[in-house]
């Protein structure tokens, strides 16, 4: 596609449900971000994924957040149990410029009741 | 750790002014990029400008500069002629030049609320 894209858009779930949160980078860039943004806040690091290696899962919050990627395509950031304080919207990012810019989706604004 | 600071939570302008919006970032770093990012309400995270730390010559792009001062760790915004199209939320980010270190992921300001007013 032209863009980055997520889905669902928004997702509004119980306390203790799992969620899982869908990214589609724009083809060709082997990086992948998930950022998380709470109300009123900038932008946290959550992972990144850049080609075959390792995931850099150094942001992830607790071990309730995981994320997948297969190959350079699609990623899943899954939570489980939700609480709360998970509530935010889950952007996610793709790169591959020669300065690495990072090119946003729309987000996932999540709810959890 | 780098950090970024936006010290503005909330900025105003009338339209066709000119506004300048505040970001300062602690690195021990000698490479880095750093950007501004704007989000409208749809959420949507736009580019709007980028400063590679080797270049002493500011960036501009269209109505946009910046002030890169890399002595005092300082990268402020002008927006030039402001339009009520420019009413978002800006945030400034820095990025290591080295990808081996932290990945590229950005680290963000808290951000400041712009709003243009007719």
């Known amino acids: 596609g032209a863009g980055v894209s997520q889905s669902p858009s928004n997702k509004v779930t119980e306390k203790g449900k799992d969620v899982e949160l869908r990214c589609d980078p724009i083809?060709?860039?082997?990086?992948l971000y998930w950022y998380r943004q709470r109300l009123g806040q900038g932008l946290e690091f959550l992972i990144y994924f850049q080609g075959n290696s390792a995931p850099d899962k150094s942001g992830l919050p607790s071990d309730r957040f995981s994320a997948e990627r297969t190959g350079e395509s699609v990623s899943t950031l899954t939570i489980q149990r939700t609480q709360q304080e998970d509530s935010a919207v889950y952007l996610c990012?793709?790169?591959?410029?020669?300065?690495?810019?990072?090119?946003f989706g729309p987000g996932t604004r999540l709810t959890v009741l | 750790a780098q950090t970024v600071t936006q010290s503005q939570p909330e900025m105003s302008v009338q339209e066709a002014e000119t506004v300048t919006l505040s970001c300062t970032y602690d690195?021990?770093?000698?490479?880095?990029?750093l950007f501004w990012y704007k989000q409208p309400p749809s959420r949507q995270m736009i580019l709007v400008i980028r400063?590679?730390?080797?270049?002493?010559q500011n960036a501009t792009e269209n109505r946009f500069s910046v002030n890169f001062q890399k002595a005092a760790k300082s990268f402020s915004l002008k927006i030039s002629d402001s339009q009520l199209g420019d009413a978002a939320m800006y945030f400034c980010?820095?990025?290591?030049?080295?990808?081996?270190?932290?990945?590229?992921?950005?680290?963000f300001g808290q951000g400041t609320e712009l709003s243009v007013k007719p």
């Open positions: 990012a793709s790169s591959g410029g020669i300065f690495g810019e990072q090119f």
């Open positions: 690195t021990s770093e000698s490479d880095y990029y």
């Open positions: 083809s060709g860039h082997t990086a």
């Open positions: 400063q590679e730390a080797y270049k002493q």
């Open positions: 980010a820095y990025r290591s030049a080295f990808i081996n270190n932290q990945g590229g992921k950005l680290i």
